[in-house]
């Protein structure tokens, strides 16, 4: 799954990276670990809940609402010029609560354990982050004229890589169904920085990585 690095890595990437930084006062690498492990298991999430026809609706609607259009990822100079305004952090806070509900804390644990983080630090940094992502899915739908639970399916999947190796199973639904002490996924949070195919490949190629 270190295929997500390719994305960290481009030049995208890596204006998310001092973006999400600076706007949170975050290190910077940090912020990287953190987003390395976090875009994955949001999307795994999204993948979750839209396995039902009520969650693939309100997925849908929320990307075709135009408040996801994909625009937020052409304006990221503008997104983090003089910090992020808080009606987008207030949008990521509503996004991390629908697709997280009640694993939300858990998760800010595990991977603020991992990066070296307090779970509110990574809040933040999710906050922003979430936005991002749900403008890239939203991008992805028009592009690809999703409309159904299916196609919603076959989307994100892709994001994923479509073909995820047991490891990496093992890692998206360890965290998300952690407790959040983080030991869970002791033994395989390294393959992060081990697997060099999978969703981050994808995900690199979607925002222009090398």
Known sequence: MSGILDLLNSD????????VSGTTGTDENKTSSVLTMAMPVLMKAMERNASTPEGAQGLLSALNSGKHDGSILDNLGDLFNGGVDENVKTDGEKILGHILGSKKEGVENVIGAKAGLDSSSVSNILKVAAPILMGLLGKQARQNNVSSQNDLGGLIGGLLGGNE???EQSFLESILDADGDGSVIDDVAGMVLKNKKGIGSVLGGLFGGK
Do not use: A, D, S
């Not at 995208?12 to 973006?19: R, V």
């Open 165 to 167: 190796t047991q490891t």
């Open 12 to 19: 995208i990437g890596k204006t998310i990276i001092n973006g």
